[in-house]
């Protein structure tokens, strides 16, 4: 069964370095998203992304975070000071383009910034 | 501020008997809703979609739907011990793809054996 991986797992960083999450969505899915939950709270969306665009951007989504799709395959959300509040699991989701909206999520990748 | 409420929990209920689980939300437009299971230190899992008033029904689990009581519940007849999670309502503004998901803080929710 297509799934959407996440890796790695498990990210740990100092306080304003720079990380990268990396995310395959599922193949013949067309829109791609960033979701994180701080332990212990709800699922927030960040940002949600479509034919290599932002089509939305929560007010988390701040100029410390940018996304990208380099290649085919891959769908990429950087953090490029990260802070210990950014601490979280984060999540990818991919839908596909006939409608209803299904959103499949990976297995996340927990970020524990020191 | 469009919000998703749910009980928190936790809510316990013994093996074989029916979990219901409840959510409202605040945005009259909302038209698509999720329920998502998510077991501890995992990524949510859908369980069930509903889009129209009414019930709709998938092995063990029924959804509820009332978009004028703003309102949308699971039940999970004969729960199981595997049951046992946080179970998340989302909701999206609209039918179409590429709108973000607005979940509830979930729902504990443990079958005792």
Redesign the interface.
């Given at each position: 069964e297509p799934e959407v991986t996440q890796t790695p797992s498990h990210q740990v960083t100092q306080m304003g370095q720079e990380v990268i999450l990396r995310c395959v969505p599922i193949s013949n899915h067309l829109y791609f998203y960033w979701y994180r939950q701080i332990l212990g709270q709800k699922v927030e969306f960040l940002v949600s992304f479509y034919n290599n665009e932002i089509s939305e951007k929560s007010e988390i989504f701040d100029d410390q975070f940018s996304v990208e799709r380099p290649d085919g395959s891959n769908f990429t959300l950087k953090i490029r000071s990260t802070k210990l509040e950014d601490s979280a699991m984060y999540f990818c989701a991919s839908s596909d383009a006939g409608g209803k909206n299904i959103q499949y999520f990976g297995a996340g990748t927990r970020l524990s910034v020191l | 501020q469009k919000e998703v409420e749910q009980n928190s929990g936790p809510l316990s209920v013994p093996e074989g008997a029916i979990a219901s689980l409840n959510c409202t939300y605040s945005d009259r437009v909302s038209q698509?809703f999720?329920w998502?299971r998510q077991y501890s230190g995992?990524?949510?899992?859908?369980i069930m979609?509903i889009?129209s008033n009414g019930d709709k029904e998938d092995g063990r689990f029924t959804a509820q739907l009332n978009k004028a009581s703003q309102y949308v519940s699971l039940l999970i007849r004969d729960s199981q011990p595997s049951d046992s999670a946080t179970y998340?309502c989302?909701v999206?503004i609209?039918?179409?793809?590429?709108?973000?998901?607005?979940?509830?803080?979930?729902t504990r929710l443990t079958i005792i054996p």
């Open positions: - | 698509s999720f998502y995992k990524s949510p899992e859908l979609s889009y998340l989302a999206t609209s039918n179409f793809g590429n709108e973000k998901l607005t979940f509830g803080t979930g």
